[in-house]
């Protein structure tokens, strides 16, 4: 759902963004959970994926040869250049909808073979890995909504957008000081409808950050407090 007002989006580093969210949420997370720390359950433990670039080119080249091929042809430093052509061509690969169910058009990975695929990406290129990332956990917000709805309309649009490999940039963390994602300042009220019947809109009045893709994204994923004041999610065309 779109709406306005949404603020324009400012250029972030990559790697130190990630980090950060990533970081914010497992403290919050910690903090309401009540968890010490430095624990971290046995199951919930990442395992270490050793890559050297033989195999790291044969993982890429599962879901995308011409993919693997650039990444492995290219030099790190143009790679990780501003306006490196390693996004575009990411984009056009397979591997934007590589998390999602091949019933919702992706590539059907599991999580385990995600963190292989990332980890082979990591080789090549550490900003491609860590923005990308974000953009595969706001797909599986996208995913799990069209798993659970019962509208046929909206799991057509599910589909619709995995299929045509659309970038989700992330905006669920707040951008002030000790806020959390649990705890969207940004509200959302219903708009007008457009006179045909179709649904009304939802306006949107507040500011959320891409915390990556900021200049790559089709869709802005963020989260909102309704005018019930119940937790939503917005996917704003950019």
Request: hydrophobic content about 40%.
């Amino acid at each position: 759902t779109g709406g306005h007002p949404v603020a324009p989006c400012k250029k972030i580093r990559v790697a130190r963004s990630a980090a950060a969210v990533t970081a914010h949420v497992a403290a919050t997370a910690r903090r309401q959970l009540d968890i010490p720390a430095g624990h971290v359950p046995e199951h919930r433990r990442c395992r270490k994926v050793a890559m050297d670039q033989s195999r790291a080119h044969r993982i890429i080249s599962d879901y995308s040869q011409p993919l693997a091929d650039f990444l492995r042809d290219t030099e790190r430093a143009e790679l990780e250049r501003a306006g490196s052509e390693a996004i575009d061509r990411w984009k056009d690969s397979t591997l934007p909808g590589a998390v999602a169910p091949t019933e919702l058009g992706g590539e059907g990975a599991s999580l385990d073979d995600m963190i292989t695929l990332q980890s082979a990406l990591g080789y090549f290129s550490p900003s491609l890995a860590a923005a990308t990332t974000m953009h595969h956990l706001s797909m599986l917000s996208l995913v799990d909504f069209g798993q659970s709805t019962t509208d046929e309309d909206d799991r057509e649009t599910v589909i619709a957008l995995i299929s045509s490999h659309a970038v989700l940039a992330s905006a669920f963390s707040e951008s002030i000081p000790g806020g959390s994602v649990f705890a969207p300042s940004m509200t959302g009220r219903p708009g007008d409808d457009d006179g045909d019947g179709a649904e009304a809109t939802v306006v949107l009045d507040g500011r959320k950050a891409p915390c990556s893709l900021s200049h790559s994204m089709d869709f802005l994923m963020a989260s909102y407090l309704d005018s019930s004041e119940r937790r939503a999610v917005a996917l704003v065309p950019a």
